[in-house]
């Protein structure tokens, strides 16, 4: 075969390759990027994972997808929330409930409102109430229980104790199974009864928010709570062991949010408990 021939060959063969090679479109950039970020999640890379996130909302955004924007800008901010950043997770909500009206999916906008009032919370600044009682208006809109008995949680945590029992039933006749209602909803309980005076219920209280906080990711509840049941565990003597073993798991959460004051005071509890445990 001659050298002219070996090249027409070639180069048909670099053509046929580059015709099979063809490049995503957004739309589908958009979607594996999502993916990508999921896979972050899974293995624990919450900063990845929104990194992936905002590049699949911003893809998706390019192309005038806002529903797949605003899915993905609402997983973005969940992510910074786990990585202890929630100024930024509020930019993300504040973002994805904008697209996701342009979309005109009510109960997107509900989750997403749900993450500003969260990442506030969280913060310590900003309004709370206004986006909770919107996000519960849309949820109720959309037929989303889960969403509406999430805003009647995060409500009662802002009201009067009678309220605020008030909203926790109604939360629980709403979604009171789901883990990501059940968590947020035992610890709040478990907040009132402790600052009632029923230290044996608060503390029964937040022990039983623990597991559901972990299985829906709620990385700044389940601090919350595993510190709530170290200190009540503290000031019974008999507990000591299980009082050092939250501790040390509180000091593990605390390192993933960034809060590394949080984290140093959690281990020296745990030596402590640990020291306590010993005599």
């Given at each position: 075969?001659?050298?002219?021939?070996?090249?027409?060959?070639?180069?048909?063969?670099?053509?046929?390759?580059?015709?099979?090679?063809?490049?995503?479109s957004a739309e589908e950039l958009a979607l594996r990027q999502r993916k990508a970020a999921e896979t972050a999640r899974r293995y624990d890379d919450q900063r990845t994972a929104a990194s992936l996130y905002g590049?699949?909302?911003?893809?998706?955004?390019?192309?005038?997808?806002?529903?797949?924007?605003?899915d993905a800008g609402c997983r973005e901010g969940i992510a910074l929330l786990a990585a202890g950043e929630p100024r930024r997770a509020e930019e993300s909500f504040l973002r994805a409930a904008t697209l996701a009206a342009d979309a005109g999916?009510?109960?997107?906008?509900a989750r997403s409102l749900l993450g500003v009032a969260r990442a506030r919370r969280v913060e310590g600044e900003g309004d709370v109430q206004g986006p909770l009682r919107e996000a519960r208006g849309l949820a109720r809109e959309a037929g989303d229980r889960?969403?509406?008995?999430?805003?009647?949680?995060?409500?009662?945590?802002?009201?009067?104790?009678?309220?605020?029992?008030?909203?926790?039933?109604?939360?629980?006749?709403?979604a009171g199974d789901a883990p990501e209602v059940a968590?947020?909803?035992?610890?709040?309980?478990?907040?009132?009864d402790e600052r009632e005076g029923r230290a044996a219920d608060a503390r029964a209280g937040y022990r039983a928010a623990i597991a559901p906080l972990s299985v829906s990711d709620d990385r700044p509840g389940l601090l919350a709570a595993l510190q709530a049941t170290a200190r009540l565990a503290d000031g019974d003597a008999s507990?000591?062991?299980?009082?050092?073993?939250?501790?040390?798991?509180?000091?593990?959460?605390?390192?993933?949010?960034?809060?590394?004051?949080v984290a140093k005071a959690e281990r020296r509890a745990a030596e402590d408990a640990a020291a306590r445990a010993a005599r």
């Open positions: 075969m001659t050298r002219r021939r070996l090249a027409a060959l070639a180069a048909a063969l670099l053509s046929a390759c580059s015709a099979r090679e063809k490049r995503p590049r699949s909302s911003r893809s998706a955004a390019a192309v005038d997808r806002p529903r797949l924007a605003a999916d009510k109960g997107l906008v889960t969403a509406e008995a999430l805003a009647e949680v995060g409500l009662g945590a802002v009201s009067p104790p009678t309220e605020a029992r008030e909203r926790y039933a109604a939360a629980e006749r709403l968590g947020p909803l035992r610890l709040n309980r478990a907040r009132l507990a000591a062991a299980e009082a050092g073993e939250l501790h040390r798991r509180a000091a593990l959460v605390a390192d993933g949010l960034r809060r590394e004051d």
